[in-house]
Nanobody, 130 residues
């Protein structure tokens, strides 16, 4: 059974940084996947933030986080990271890690992109105060 476990959320002031981690395990061929980070604020739809192709390392970002967030991976640990810098109050949300069953990443900022991801973590809360 595929498991995705996020960690690293917390509360920071605007302008601060956090790094989220997502460890994948359980019958999971990590080397041929699209792994993504999503977020969902209360009353809003889940939106794609960043994605990475685990085979090759190509990365993709939503316009709202480009140049502030960086997605990366440690293939030896089957772990994906999201480094978040210059955080803003509007970044406040529950952040989720997700994985596709294929090695193709749909457009990260597209509406409804979450439907293309089959596996999800439990989420980690990020709160940014002004």
């Amino acid at each position: 059974q595929v498991q995705l476990v996020e960690s690293g959320g917390g509360s920071v002031q605007a302008g601060g940084s956090l790094r989220l981690s997502c460890a994948a395990s359980g019958g999971f061929t990590y080397s041929s996947r699209c792994m993504g980070w999503f977020r969902q604020a209360p009353g809003k739809e889940r939106e794609g933030v960043a994605a990475i192709l685990t085979g090759g390392g190509s990365t993709y970002y939503a316009d709202s986080v480009k140049d502030r967030f960086t997605i990366s991976q440690d293939t030896g640990k089957n772990t994906v990271y999201l480094q978040m810098n210059t955080l803003k109050p509007e970044d406040t949300a529950m952040y989720y890690c997700a994985a596709r069953v294929t090695n193709y990443c749909p457009r990260t900022g597209a509406p409804g992109v979450a439907q293309w991801f089959a596996y999800w973590g439990q989420g980690t809360q990020v709160t940014v105060s002004s």
